[in-house]
């Protein structure tokens, strides 16, 4: 077993087994999918990527230079840090996995299998691209995530989630396409397919600029981040959940692998950390509000892969791995609320606390953690990249107290739009009423589990720090930590309630880039229907119904005009009358249409027209 | 479900009662009192950051945390405020059709 696993793709755990999932009778699929994954985190647990791995495969060494793909990422024996990389790649695996497992216990009740498969190769191609050892398998694992994501979308199986789900296809294609230019260009110029660290001093090239892009557009970094909101929430109690984890988290191990130290991500994920607050702040949906805090999170690690130091990329893992953890128990909270009410807007919702008490402690722990309270997940994990800020800003770069501000002030921002708006909004407000059964117990085991992890990290954090990519020297309970973290979230929370009337939700949608291409694409199709139509119709009209029948009725009408004007005169001289005369020239439009002239007349205006070249003959002589 | 039944005990409501709304306004006031106050032994002892690798120069100012929590939050709520202003749109806006069904894996007790 271990032997086994210490050299296999987990990728294909979870990719292999998924085809087996419909063959199985639903008792055991429930328990078979939850297996999977935990076979998948032994499997992580196990590799022992050291060099000698039979997953090279050699299969396109035409293409690559005689290079083979790397399935598996081994250690890189010449670079300062030769566990680094694939201890990052260890990192994003075991939480890839673990949160599967309590992922699938949630969806315990979950009848149908389809969706099922499709998470279950989306999730396997997380970690496949989370293994990758270069481009291709990189790119190919990428892709698959993208079209079986759309698949877990569609699995709510209503038209909105249809709609939704071809936009969420649209933009990740795009980001595809923009990944594999990227590619292309990257092998062309370097020669190698590699994919390890790209240096910002020296490695700046189109190429790695657009495979950068291609990352951001999963990343959800604005103006591109707008299909995260727009599907996450269309999808179903299991499937949001389920999304929620693994797009943005590959996007971020990705930049955390090829793109430490790329200074514009700094500023990057610092727009995207306030982006993220300010349209929570505005959004009804509570699975809305809970997309945009993603973006919100996601800021933090973007920023930390632009800082680049091994503190930062160290925090950034730390956070990720806790922020999975805390956001799938707040997705599990909204979606226990949407699975016994039907109803997901802050609006329609409130007073819960009454008959699912035991949901609102568990989603309270996940608010508790996002925000970063001391004693959980959040406190030992978001604070080193911080502190990383910090620390770059104090030795030398001081432009990082704006970034180091900037996430300060944003940490501030989640307690307010994840950590107490969403428990505020759907257990307390206004009694609406609605009095749902408590969450059934597949449901509640889950998400205890994920609190228990929440604070377990949160008090000792030390098994977590032992497995990221580099040694992390950082106490968080610290006396002036946990002093000054508890000033910023309280006055945080006294001004949530000061403002509480300025933050009553209204039953409206917020526009976001999504507009367009939404509006925007129909305004575009107007506008060509508008304008190009309108030129067809002019043309229509001017040529095909005017110029055309004209000049064909020229073409029949001439020669009898001619005729009519040239004996008009001879009519004349026989003192014939206008009507007469009228009458003599229907008859010779009659006779012209039907090419029907008399032989004689052919024959008479034969001589006139001989006559005629005979005077010009006899002038021109 | 219903609140109707005779046999079960009265309603658990304490968050809705006046006066327990009061407590938690007065709780969440002396907590920021307080975050305010644990802070001078720190000062005073030049202790703040002693375990942190750097001095934090400029940001040693009593209850500089504090006033960052408050104008921050203030900010972005006045932000997102007035930006909703232009961005706030009926939820019909893009013209999405109503939902017809709850998604397939719901409560079964559920009706729309």
Avoid at chain 1, 578 to 588: C, I, P, V
Wanted: with cysteine.
């Amino acid at each position: 077993m271990t032997t086994l696993f210490s050299d296999f793709p987990p990728a294909f755990v979870l990719i292999l087994g998924a085809i087996l999932v419909p063959f199985l009778p639903k008792k055991i699929r429930s328990f078979y999918v939850i297996a999977l994954p935990a076979l998948a985190f032994v499997n992580v647990y196990y590799l022992q990527l050291d060099g000698n791995t039979k997953w090279n495969l050699d299969v396109f060494s035409w293409l690559t230079n005689g290079e083979p793909l790397e399935l598996l990422r081994t250690e890189s024996p010449g670079a300062e840090n030769p566990e680094a990389g694939y201890k990052l790649a260890k990192a994003f695996g075991y939480i890839f996995c673990l949160n599967a497992v309590i992922a699938f216990i949630f969806a315990f009740y979950v009848k149908k299998s389809t969706q099922h498969v499709a998470a279950l190769i989306y999730i396997g191609s997380a970690l496949g691209v989370a293994f990758a050892g270069d481009l291709l398998t990189l790119y190919v694992f990428w892709e698959l995530m993208a079209v079986s994501s759309t698949f877990v979308i569609l699995a709510r199986n209503t038209e909105k989630a249809k709609r939704s789900a071809y936009r969420y296809i649209m933009i990740h294609l795009l980001g595809g396409l923009l990944l594999l230019a990227g590619i292309v260009l990257t092998i062309q110029s370097r020669g190698s397919i590699q994919f390890d660290g790209f240096d910002f001093a020296t490695e700046q090239s189109a190429g790695t600029w657009l495979i950068l892009l291609g990352i951001l557009v999963n990343a959800a970094v604005p103006p591109l981040a707008a299909w995260l909101p727009d599907s996450y929430p269309e999808a179903s109690v299991t499937g949001g959940l389920i999304l929620s984890a693994y797009t943005t988290k590959t996007a971020v191990y990705t930049l955390l692998q090829g793109y430490a130290g790329w200074e514009p991500l700094i500023w990057i994920g610092c727009i995207m950390s306030v982006y993220g607050i300010i349209y929570a702040l505005l959004e009804n949906d509570m699975r809305r509000i809970l997309a945009y805090s993603i973006i919100n999170q996601v800021g933090f690690m973007v920023c930390a892969a632009g800082i680049g130091t091994h503190d930062a990329i160290s925090g950034a893992t730390a956070h990720a791995f806790c922020h999975i953890i805390y956001k799938s128990l707040l997705w599990m909270a909204a979606g226990a609320v949407l699975y016994r009410v039907g109803k997901s807007k802050c609006t329609e919702l409130g007073g819960l606390y009454k008959t699912m008490p035991l949901t609102l402690i568990f989603g309270t722990i996940g608010a508790l953690a996002i925000s970063a309270v001391p004693g959980t997940s959040g406190f030992t994990s978001k604070t080193i990249i911080i502190h990383a800020a910090e620390h770059e800003a104090a030795h030398g770069h001081a432009s990082l107290w704006w970034a180091w501000l900037i996430l300060e002030a944003a940490s501030a921002g989640v307690f307010l739009h994840a950590g107490i708006k969403f428990p505020y909004f759907v257990f307390f407000n206004k009694d609406r009423g609605l009095r749902p059964k408590e969450a059934p117990g597949t449901m509640l085991t889950a998400m205890a589990i994920l609190s228990f992890l929440c604070i377990y990290l949160g008090v000792n954090p030390q098994p977590l720090y032992d497995i990221l990519p580099y040694g992390v020297n950082y106490n968080a309970y610290t006396a002036g930590h946990v002093i000054t973290q508890m000033q910023l979230l309280m006055l945080s929370a006294l001004v949530f309630f000061l403002f509480l009337p300025m933050l009553k939700r209204t039953s409206t949608i917020s526009l976001d880039f999504d507009w367009l291409y939404r509006k925007g694409g129909q305004l575009f199709y107007k506008a060509t229907d508008k304008s190009l139509n309108s030129v067809n119709a002019a043309t229509r009209k001017g040529v095909v119904d005017g110029f055309i029948p004209r000049l064909s009725s020229f073409f029949t009408t001439a020669p009898s005009r001619i005729l009519s004007w040239l004996v008009t005169p001879v009519w004349l001289a026989q003192g014939l009358n206008s009507a007469e005369r009228e009458k003599r020239r229907d008859q010779l439009f009659e006779r012209g249409r039907r090419g029907a002239f008399p032989i004689g007349i052919t024959a008479i205006l034969g001589v006139v027209l001989l006559g005629v070249l005979y005077v010009f003959s006899w002038f021109a002589r | 479900m219903e609140n109707g039944d005779d046999k079960s005990p009265r309603e658990f409501d304490w968050f809705d009662r006046p006066k327990s709304r009061k407590l938690l306004w007065r709780l969440l006031i002396a907590a920021c009192i307080i975050s305010f106050l644990v802070e001078i032994p720190a000062l005073i002892s030049h202790d703040r950051h002693a375990t942190a690798p750097i001095d934090f120069g400029k940001f040693n100012i009593p209850g500089f945390y504090a006033v960052l929590g408050f104008v921050a939050c203030t900010l972005m709520i006045l932000a997102a405020k007035g930006l909703g202003i232009f961005l706030k749109r009926k939820e019909d806006y893009y013209g999405e059709p109503e939902e017809e069904t709850l998604p397939e894996d719901i409560d079964d007790d559920v009706v729309l």
